[in-house]
């Protein structure tokens, strides 16, 4: 078998187009040679390209990659790299099927850079690099996510239990809370805020309390069941949606367009549109049998304490009015890692260089709680700004 990555020059043709640092291509090159003139290795190697590359079956969950030990005792601390060249390995397949569908150059370039972000972030952290965004690459690397303009996006069958109706006359959005997701009396999910273990030592203390379970059902005439506020909370009164008056928009296994937030520059409202835009184009040329059924989101951006945190200006605020907030028993772990890294994980010690920093030191240190909700939108670009589920929300009674 032949493959493309190993060889030296074609190697450093990809690295230098994706931009890797120097000293990384070099260690790549030399563990290509080591590669080539292993059979064990190259076996071993072969057999990962075959099942991943080749075959579609990557390491899909948010989980670490298993590696072969056999090859942890060739390799020791290098194995990740060994890993990371097999996925790499994709790239001229990848590069092929982007020219097979029509889709450009700078698309490619701008998708697989994230690879880059990823790899000098490690690089600046800790000073010499390994890899350990396997369990997040290999969508780009299988050509199912893609970054236009600001944003990425992937298309996804939606895996929640929440139900979306729209009012066939006001045209308003309402969500029926997911019948198997236990809540507290506020209504958000009755885990949430809890602590990652790291953390535990400093979870506020909470009164304890009995969950409650919003109840769904579809009838002949319509649907039952508990509405969810926009703000990511359940009601505690029942409704019942007659089928005349509401139609329905999403629920699980529908397609949604998955939008996630790269790193780099300020997150400007235009900037999103015009990304929004770029998305509608792209998914309805390449996926016109696939039309998604409402964009869907869940990031730690999705706090909904950010509300109180930052200013309405602030562009993650702004970025969550946008989206209609259902229950998830997030946590502040998530807003953790993006804001402060994982690596602080001491409050006293934390860095408070940005409003953002400080106010959420603040926060958690008056004892109040911090958790990430998924979030889904329905409308496009065309009219992104409005803030419509929120905004009709505080200016209507909830009863439509
Ligand atoms: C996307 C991003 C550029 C948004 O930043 P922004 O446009 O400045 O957003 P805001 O206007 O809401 O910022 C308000 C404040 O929070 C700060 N802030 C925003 N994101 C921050 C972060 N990740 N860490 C620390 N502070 C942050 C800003 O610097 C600003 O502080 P200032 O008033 O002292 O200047 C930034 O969050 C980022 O690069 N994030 C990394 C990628 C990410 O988190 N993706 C989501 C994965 S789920």
Redesign the pocket.
């Known amino acids: 078998m032949d493959i493309e990555i190993l060889h030296p020059e074609r190697l450093a043709c990809w690295c230098n187009r994706l931009q890797f640092p120097g000293p990384v291509i070099e260690d790549l090159q030399k563990l290509a040679e080591q590669i080539q003139s292993s059979p064990f290795l190259f076996d071993k190697f072969a057999s990962i390209y075959t099942k991943t590359v080749l075959r579609g079956e990557w390491h899909r969950e948010w989980t670490p990659l298993p590696m072969d030990p056999d090859v942890e005792t060739v390799l020791g601390e290098a194995t990740v790299r060994f890993y990371f060249l097999a996925y790499l390995a994709a790239l001229p397949l990848a590069h092929q099927e982007y020219l097979r569908r029509g889709i450009s150059e700078a698309i490619f370039d701008a998708t697989m850079a994230d690879i880059r972000f990823w790899l000098c972030q490690e690089i600046s952290e800790n000073g010499t690099w390994r890899f350990d965004q396997f369990n997040w690459i290999w969508r780009h690397l299988s050509c199912e996510l893609f970054r236009l303009g600001r944003l990425q996006y992937m298309l996804i069958l939606f895996d929640s239990g929440i139900t979306a109706f729209r009012h066939r006359q006001s045209q308003r959005i309402l969500i029926l809370a997911d019948p198997d997701m236990l809540l507290r009396a506020d209504g958000y999910a009755f885990e949430a805020g809890k602590y990652p273990p790291e953390f535990k030592h400093l979870e506020p203390e909470r009164k304890p309390e009995e969950p409650w379970r919003p109840d769904f059902r579809e009838e002949p005439d319509g649907w039952f069941g508990y509405p969810v506020s926009p703000y990511g909370f359940v009601l505690r009164h029942p409704r019942f949606l007659n089928r005349t008056e509401w139609e329905l928009m999403l629920q699980r296994g529908d397609p949604v367009l998955d939008i996630?937030?790269?790193?780099?520059?300020?997150?400007h409202p235009e900037a999103i549109r015009d990304s929004l835009y770029q998305a509608q184009a792209f998914f309805s040329e390449q996926y016109p049998h696939k039309p998604y059924k409402a964009l869907f989101c869940h990031?730690?951006?999705f706090t909904p304490q950010l509300q109180k945190i930052?200013p309405p200006t602030?562009?993650?605020?702004r970025f969550q009015r946008e989206f209609y907030l259902y229950p998830h028993d997030g946590g502040p772990g998530f807003l953790w890692s993006?804001?402060f890294g994982e690596k602080n994980t001491d409050p006293a010690s934390a860095p408070r260089d940005?409003?953002?920093?400080r106010a959420v030191l603040d926060w958690l240190a008056e004892g109040k709680e911090l958790f990430d909700l998924p979030g889904v939108a329905f409308h496009g670009p065309q009219k992104w700004g409005e803030q419509p589920y929120m905004r009709q929300w505080d200016e209507h009674d909830p009863e439509v």
Do not use: E, K
């Open positions: 996630h937030i790269p790193r780099g520059d300020p997150f990031t730690w951006f930052l602030s562009n993650i605020v993006f804001v940005t409003s953002l920093r």
